[in-house]
């Protein structure tokens, strides 16, 4: 049986895997087509493909092959999310399916019978073959044992014969999809000219100087976009901005949270437990039994442990600690033992004075302030509040208080005045760290006592009765509602309610922004078999568990290019920043001299800096980042010329190469091909799919359905 298994879980790598990364899904059978036998078929077809229609039936049956494989190797059915996958899946191996085989049958490409032999029992074994029937334990393959095998295949169970049928029929398939992309992939090639140049285009380096003026330099609220802009800059820029079909609504959630009825009775059921828990002779098993999380052995350090125990420290053995209600939980926690751990742990608070810069002046002064906080700490001030007028980083909100912490989490020379300190209280001195100095408060002190903490936590369930009430407040709610209009007014009139937006939902969509499994709000609106949502509609009262939901439609969008209103924000700052480049370029036209005395004409907008080991390839300049067309104009540029102003990805810049430095060891331009050959190689199986997958005219309707 272990052998039927290995070919089972083979006949579901078959299925959903194909060759070398391409996501390409093969079935066997006549499983989709225009054979259809049920006669309403606009209400039964689940999209087109190439042409033709895939009806609701087929599709069911390729979907349960990709379950049942699913079943065969986790062994488990597969939860709703997995489902959306698996039909993500099936749809791709329609998309194969069928405009995969109308492109084998424009060039005449067949697997014949002595094929298929010869992957099963020839000398081409199938990979999967090949594993299944390789001894464990001397690696040696044992082709005779394929004949044994399939000579008592009727013999074997069922499912088991199912399995290798479904494999073998995949086989034929699978070798037409390994032809057709060998046809295309042995079609690329890369000449030695190209080799040489890319070899040099990667190691030349370049040293320039450049005049950097950035668009931030000048506001936003100074330059004025108008919509015609907006509109001219998409249709120039239009192969930037495709888009698939989307839709955009407003929503409101009434929450289902607990009621403070449901919190006193949830609160006084951990009260009767927590008797029953001090007295329990089986931790684990009164874990198991009564807790919403699963019982954990470990030892904790109090840097791990839950705040409110924390503040219980030092704990005792065998004592029960709580109940503490906290985010929406009830807890109890039982301290069933107590030993050294490897890395101790301390609590404390800081005070960081960062430096101004890297100069000993910067330096000196950030001692100086530091310092003089520390003395007024000395003389009485209150720590917290010198850390909120002082501080420098996250911890100015908390008053400096950077919590518990186990060695090892903090820059070394933290950690050694931390972890150096015998007693709670303020550290007479300053901490020089790499971030700046530190003033610092021992708030707990080290300790390498570690607890096993047995914890029985209670979700605070919202009872029936609250459950109904926000059913009938969401449906109240729905009964006002007629249109965008009234659902505007109805919610704005409640002030509880937050009216949300999500934009561009996509057909394959199981999210609508933070709600999670919301597959149903998506497929209503995009309007199910029979019944089209219109913009303006409104939904009916959608449950989501833990709250209720009702949408309207405000939009919708077709494949193709992106409208300006849904690209508004970013194609505003595009066009802002070409209008801030043209003004930057006048006022930079005409300006003769060095750099820096350009930059000192234009004004302190403009910066003058040094890149070293700028490469062609990269298209970045060290320090400021993504700037292509600048950095070849360098590779253009004699040493010491400059050139005119440039419009780059975050500002203007003039650039001047200082000197260009092309790599001394000869070119094996034998290995550079390989290398490129296998960067092509490796993108073509991607691209192949995409490219017929693009070019069968795909209008994926399953949203009808499911």
Known sequence: MALINTIREKSGWAVGVVAVGMVLFIVGGDLVGGN?????????????????????????????????????QQGRQPDEQTMGYLRDQAWNQTIYRIAFQKEFDKLGLTVSDEELTDMVQGKNIHPSIRQAF??????????SKIIQYLQGLDKMPPDAQAAWHNFEANLGPERMGQKYNNLLKMSNYVTSAEAKRFDEDQNTRASMRYLFV????????????TDDQLQAYLDKNKGRYKVEDGRTIEYVSIPVTASVEDSTTSRQAVDQLATQFAAAPNDSLFVKLNSDQPYSAAFVSPAEMP????????LAVGKVYGPYSENGTTSLYKVTGEKAGAQPAARASHILIKADGTTPEADAAAKAKATDVLNKIKGGADFATMARQFGTDGTVSTGGDLGWFQQGRMVPEFEKAVFGASSAGLLPGLVKTSFGYHI???????????????AVQKRIAPSEATNEAAYAKAQALKGEITDLESFRKAVAKDKTLQKQEAKGLGRG??????????????????GTAGKKTAVGDVSEVFDMGDQYVIAVLTGERSKGTADVASLKSELQSAVRNEIKAQQIMEKLKGKTGTLEQI??????QAQVKTAEGVALGSGTIPGLGGEPVAVGKVFGLKAGQKSTPIQGEQGVLIVEPVSVQKPTAATDVATVKKQLMAQRQNRADGLIYEAVKNHADIKDERNKFF
């Open 36 to 72: 259809s036998k049920l006669f309403n078929r606009d209400q039964t077809v689940v999209g087109e493909i190439a042409g033709e229609k895939v009806e609701l039936e087929d599709f069911n049956n390729t979907l349960e092959q990709a379950k049942q494989s699913f079943v065969q």
């Open 134 to 143: 390789t001894d464990q334990q001397t690696g040696q393959f044992d082709r």
């Open 214 to 225: 950035p668009y931030f330099s000048i506001s936003d609220s100074a330059v004025k976009v």
């Open 307 to 314: 705040e409110k125990l924390r503040q219980q420290l030092p």
């Open 440 to 454: 610092i408060k021992i708030t707990a002190p080290k300790t390498s006592q570690t607890y096993q903490v047995a």
């Open 509 to 526: 969509d199981r999210a609508v922004n933070s709600l999670q499994n919301a597959r149903e709000i998506v497929r209503w609106a995009y």
């Open 599 to 604: 930059a000192a004409t234009y004004g302190p």
